[in-house]
């Protein structure tokens, strides 16, 4: 089956305490990307990457890092959570044109404390 | 660089009533666009596209939205609305013709639909 497998699903983590959230898709996807979903503001996205070895900032980039060293890995890096990064995360992936659908994982809920 | 306005953060409507979700676009060349949805506790999953040709396109479950392009709007609409539908619909503009470029969601329309 055809799937964005993001874990964990649930966070619960104190400030400071680096935590890494990972996204493995099954469908040999060039597009990966990370999204943040908040009340009232949708879905804004984080990083994104085109390829391995290849990653690009998006809109809210700050706090986070992410690393493309396989086609199927993604993984979403907080080196030092704050609370403003309490949020729901989606990771999404895609073939090579952006003509075709986007794929998103079910969610990974972060709460920092 | 292109961006997209959901016109509703919210649209209650009574079980087989018709709904309309409003999006409009702004872009300086030509789009693709697209209709997310996500039911509660779920990610987010495609419900139609536009990519060229005809203006009018139909998802599996009833929902159909209509490209403008003089509007630059993609309003999404279902002519009689069931409590399955009641879900947060995203819409989402990339630009055409330009490879692997990302996508960029609005903020979300709450559907909630009544009993």
């Known amino acids: 089956e055809a799937q964005v497998t993001q874990n964990p699903r649930y966070l619960i983590t104190v400030t400071g305490k680096k935590l890494t959230v990972t996204c493995s898709q099954n469908?040999?996807?060039?597009?990966m990307s990370w999204y943040r979903q908040d009340p009232g503001l949708g879905l804004r996205q984080i990083y994104y990457?085109?390829?391995?070895?290849?990653?690009d900032k998006g809109d809210v980039p700050e706090g986070y890092k992410v690393s493309r060293k396989e086609k199927r890995n993604f993984p979403l890096i907080l080196e030092s959570p704050s609370p403003n990064q309490t949020s729901l995360y989606f990771c999404?992936?895609?073939?090579?044109?952006?003509?075709?659908?986007?794929?998103f994982g079910e969610g990974s809920r972060l709460t920092v404390l | 660089a292109q961006s997209v306005t959901q016109l509703d953060s919210q649209v209650p409507v009574f079980e087989e009533a018709p709904v309309e979700l409003r999006c409009n676009y702004s872009?300086?060349?030509?789009?693709?666009l697209f209709w997310y949805v996500q039911y509660p506790n779920q990610g987010l999953q495609l419900l139609l596209k536009?990519?060229?040709?005809?203006?009018l396109v139909e998802s599996i479950n009833g929902f159909e939205a209509e490209f403008n392009k003089s509007q630059t709007s993609f309003h999404l609409r279902k002519p009689s609305v069931h409590i399955s539908d009641t879900a947060e619909y995203f819409c989402?503009?990339?630009?055409?013709?330009?490879?692997?470029?990302?996508?960029?969601f609005g903020k979300g329309t709450r559907l909630s639909v009544i009993a």
């Open positions: 999404a992936s895609r073939g090579t044109a952006n003509t075709g659908e986007l794929f």
């Open positions: 990457s085109m390829n391995v070895e290849v990653t």
């Open positions: 989402a503009v990339s630009r055409a013709l330009a490879g692997n470029t990302p996508l960029v």
């Open positions: 469908m040999n996807h060039e597009y």
């Open positions: 536009y990519l060229s040709g005809s203006t």
């Open positions: 872009s300086s060349v030509s789009v693709y």
